[in-house]
């Protein structure tokens, strides 16, 4: 059985300060992911199992900015990290 890795990250807002309460998930991975989003903590922070190593796309959501995206690999049983930044609206 292969042990899954985690990814732990941050949303940032466009000028730099962390997202509180963002909806982060996977948007595509290198096997089947669950349909599950992490919500961020007051400090922006958030975790997620990654089921497969592999490289993922996330996406972030918040309440104020347009959504943002980041890739990431993650390797059996190791943690990555990623900043998310939501950009400006238009």
């Known amino acids: 059985m292969t042990k899954p890795g ?3 990250g941050v949303v940032m807002d466009a000028g730099g300060r962390p997202v509180a309460g963002a909806r982060v998930s996977f ?5 089947p992911l669950p349909d599950i989003a992490a919500l961020t903590g ?3 922070t958030f975790a997620l199992t990654a089921p497969f190593a592999g490289r993922y796309e996330l996406a972030a959501f918040g309440d104020e900015g347009a959504p943002g995206t980041a890739t990431v690999t993650v390797a059996q049983g190791e943690t990555a990290t990623v900043t998310l930044r939501l950009a400006r609206r238009a």
């Open 6 to 8: 985690l990814v732990r």
């Open 27 to 31: 948007r595509s991975g290198p096997g």
């Open 42 to 44: 007051s400090d922006g």
